[in-house]
Every structure is written in C-alpha cells, then in structure tokens.
C-alpha cells in the first residue's frame, strides 16, 4: 500500500525551529515533485515549499529566508526545516508527492503550534 508518513510536528515557542519529514512507502512511486502545503482551520490549503525530483526548490513568500526544504538520502523522502517560527505559521502541515504517472498522494498531517 502506497503512504506518505509524516513525522516532526508540535508546539514551539516564537523564534523556535522544528523539522517535519515525509516519507513516501509503497512500490512503483517515480516521484515528479514533494512538498508541504499547510492548512489554517477555516482557510484554503497554502502551498508552503516545493521540492523537486531534479532538485529545484520553490517557498511562499511568507517563508523564505526561514524555511528550508531538502531531499533525504533515502529515496521520496523530503524535510522541511522551520526556523525563525511566528504564530502565523500555527497551521496543520500536509506532505504531498506528485508522481510521473498516477494520483498526487497526500500525509494525513502533522500539527504545528507556535506559541508562548
């Protein structure tokens, strides 16, 4: 069964930094592109950083020069480091992976609360 497992999620005080991973199992996964999307309750999906399978990297304006994503050693699977946090980015994060062929496949999330 193909799944995208995310891991790294929590609360941290303003100014903190986390590191959420994902990582993609199952068979017959060519990955085109991975990322994170995050999600405010009330309030559309936002794209947050894009990695893809060539390695070019893409953020939100509201994270650049704070956020970084990467490629893991092992194969589909992607970081994404948080530093610098703000209460604005207290939001539920959701790894994607965008295949060759086949369905975009989607974490079942991982929350994230920045607060004092």
């Known amino acids: 069964q193909r799944q995208l497992v995310e891991s790294g999620g929590g609360l941290v005080q303003p100014g903190g930094s986390l590191r959420l991973s994902c990582a993609a199992s199952g068979s017959n996964i060519v990955v085109d592109a991975m990322g994170w999307y995050r999600q405010v309750l009330g309030a559309q999906r936002e794209l947050v950083a894009v990695?893809?399978?060539?390695?070019?990297?893409d953020y939100a304006d509201s994270v650049k020069g704070r956020f970084t994503i990467s490629g893991g050693n092992a194969k589909n699977t992607v970081y994404l480091q948080m530093n610098s946090l703000k209460p604005e980015d207290t939001a539920v994060y959701y790894c994607?992976?965008?295949?060759?062929?086949?369905?975009?496949?989607w974490g079942q999330g991982t929350p994230v609360t920045v607060s004092a």
């Open positions: 990695f893809s399978a060539g390695g070019a990297t």
């Open positions: 994607y992976l965008d295949q060759l062929i086949g369905r975009r496949m």
